[in-house]
């Protein structure tokens, strides 16, 4: 029953459907939507079903820490072994390269702009914070090391 003296659809057995649906990044109205349901209702549910709302929040967690991660990459560059195939003597033979994807500038203003918004808003006439110096040699000194760190950042594949 809620709260209201209603019966409630909840069941316990959404926690894992809903973990599933948060890892390809559900809302909470689109969960409402796969278990029939209000945004509401699943408001509530969050609120009041700790398995349902731990189920949520973590499948969310893994959810955004790979989106994070796949952003950083991209935003620093990486490298990643590709395989292909490729006719030798007229026979397929696999082989593997590593590519090297360089930094992308969108990438590193949006991570910026959100990770250090005092200094890289985007505001017309607006003085920053510092000079960004500080900033700019702790992104170096980060740059250099990762130049020398062995492989990519992982991006769960």
């Known amino acids: 029953m809620n709260p209201n003296g209603r019966p409630t659809a909840y069941k316990p057995d959404f926690c894992e459907q ?22 509401r209702t699943i408001d509530n549910w969050i609120a009041g079903q ?14 955004d820490s790979k ?22 003597r007229g026979e397929p033979k696999d082989f593997e390269t590593n590519v090297y994807f360089p930094p992308d500038t969108q990438a590193c203003i949006f991570w910026l702009r959100n990770r250090r918004r005092q200094t890289w808003r985007d505001a017309p ?17 980060v740059s250099e090391s990762i130049r020398h760190h062995d492989g990519a950042p992982d991006d769960g594949r």
Do not use: M, Q, W
């Open 50 to 63: 700790p398995d349902f709302e731990a189920a949520v929040k973590s499948g969310r967690l893994v959810a």
């Open 67 to 88: 989106v994070a991660n796949g952003l950083y990459a991209r935003a620093i560059g990486f490298e990643r072994k590709v395989k292909r195939t490729a006719l030798y």
């Open 18 to 39: 809903a973990h599933k649906y948060c890892l390809l990044g559900a809302t909470n109205e689109e969960l409402g939507e796969l278990f029939g349901v209000t945004r």
């Open 125 to 141: 006439n607006a003085a920053p914070a510092d000079d960004g110096i500080d900033d700019i040699a702790r992104l170096e000194a």
